[in-house]
Nanobody
């Protein structure tokens, strides 16, 4: 089993920045990749970013150039640096670990509003 805990969400004005963190615990050696997803009200959950064995993350086109995903293996953590936030980035953001099973964090709210 893998447990994931997100932090760092909140309210920010358009153009602002936030940094989300996700710390994994449990059977972390089984994790093959980590992903961020988000879900806005009335919408389905959508892919945001992925990082696997390589240090370079894959990003969804809607956030490429504004968001950056990184990891710290020593801390069993991944991060999502979100810059130039827009109102359409408002959503609950979820951390996801891919391994023998698919593990999810509890989600964290990000609200972009003036």
């Amino acid at each position: 089993q893998v447990q994931l805990v997100e932090s760092g969400g909140g309210l920010v004005q358009p153009g602002g920045s936030l940094r989300l963190s996700c710390v994994a615990s449990g059977n972390i050696d089984s994790i093959k990749a980590m992903r961020w997803y988000r879900q806005a009200p009335g919408n389905s959950r959508e892919f945001v970013a992925l990082i696997g064995d390589q240090p370079i993350a894959n990003l969804a086109p809607s956030v490429a150039g504004r968001f950056r995903m990184s990891r710290d293996n020593a801390k069993a953590a991944v991060y999502l640096q979100m810059n130039d936030l827009r109102e359409e980035d408002t959503a609950v953001y979820y951390c996801n670990a891919v391994g023998p099973d698919n593990y999810w964090g509890q989600g964290i709210q990000v609200t972009v509003s003036s």
